[in-house]
């Protein structure tokens, strides 16, 4: 039987709570990670994903670390990384990665990290259960895409009340011409407060990055387009693409989701949560 113990790593991104956000978004991005284990001294103090930042109504440059954990546990979208022990199962964690929509989960021993468990390494455990499924007996068929001319303000918006951190971009005739997620509007937007906040106010302009102020733009007024991964560099697979495969693309890529096309258009995504919770059922 599969435990923590025998999936845990112990290689992870440290930061004190008393980091700036702007400084930990820099060490994300360094490291080409998406998560970090927060720490006052040597107590643990909790888990913090990329794609908390962008809601969190924060200044980047000013906040503190530990003031963007106390802003999440109020926030009214619940905010819960769980503690895994060094025997927790592998259906348990999957159960608890699924839910708390975490895509890493510490592993405690009294009042010490010992290690943390990734979805990748978790992913890389489950997939022999998925042989002989395809693609198309897992599918969730709801999808939500935007145009590519749609402005970057009402996709983050869509994105927000659907509680989704990717989108697929399509154009008038529904053809994939790319995706969009969290991590590529956080590449433009070192701000957030102001993107979290203003996103209905008509007219609101925001600093393009590393640009003076003179050369200031609307950014969130600009279409998609400009935001997205175009679709020759998306990964893709059809409805008869075994399961297995899917989860080669997603641990071999480094990625959390498999946009299944048709007829190149886009007609689901597959995403690490979705397996996560089908295993765990």
């Known amino acids: ?30 490291k080409n990670i998406t998560f970090a284990l927060v720490f006052q001294g040597n107590k643990y103090k909790g888990l ?19 003031n963007v954990l106390k802003k999440r546990s109020k926030a009214k979208t619940q905010f819960f990384v769980p503690k895994l022990n060094k ?20 592993v405690i021993e009294g009042n010490s990290v010992q290690g943390v468990v990734t979805t990748k390494k978790v992913l890389a455990s ?6 002989g499924l395809k ?7 709801t999808l939500v895409s ?15 009340s659907q509680k989704i951190d990717k989108m697929p971009i399509v154009n008038k005739l529904g053809q994939l011409v790319g995706i969009t997620t969290i991590n590529d509007i956080m590449k ?22 590393n640009r003076d102020s003179g050369e ?9 387009i400009n935001l997205m991964t175009p679709t020759r560099l998306c990964i893709t697979a059809g409805l008869k693409t075994p399961v297995p495969e899917i989860i080669d693309l997603m641990t071999n890529e480094n990625i959390s989701n498999v946009i299944i096309t048709e007829k190149l258009k886009p007609i689901g995504i597959i995403t690490t949560k979705d397996l996560l919770e089908e295993y765990s059922k």
């Open 1 to 30: 039987m599969i435990t923590a113990k025998d999936l845990m790593s112990r290689s992870y991104l440290a930061v004190d709570v008393k980091e700036t956000v702007s400084k930990l978004i820099g060490k994300m991005k360094q």
């Open 48 to 66: 913090l994903d990329k794609r908390f930042l962008l809601t969190s109504r924060i200044d980047a440059h000013k906040m503190k670390v530990n």
């Open 87 to 106: 025997d927790t199962v592998l259906d348990q964690i999957c159960r608890l990665m699924a839910t708390s929509n975490s895509r890493a989960l510490p």
């Open 126 to 131: 489950i997939r022999n259960s998925y042989r």
């Open 135 to 141: 693609a198309g007996q897992i599918l969730k068929k």
């Open 146 to 160: 935007a145009l590519e001319n749609e402005q970057i303000g009402k996709v983050i918006e869509k994105m927000h």
């Open 188 to 209: 433009q937007f070192h701000r957030f407060s102001r993107t979290a906040q203003k996103l209905k106010t008509k007219g609101n302009r925001t600093k393009a990055p």
């Open 216 to 224: 200031s733009q609307d950014m969130l007024k600009l279409p998609i």
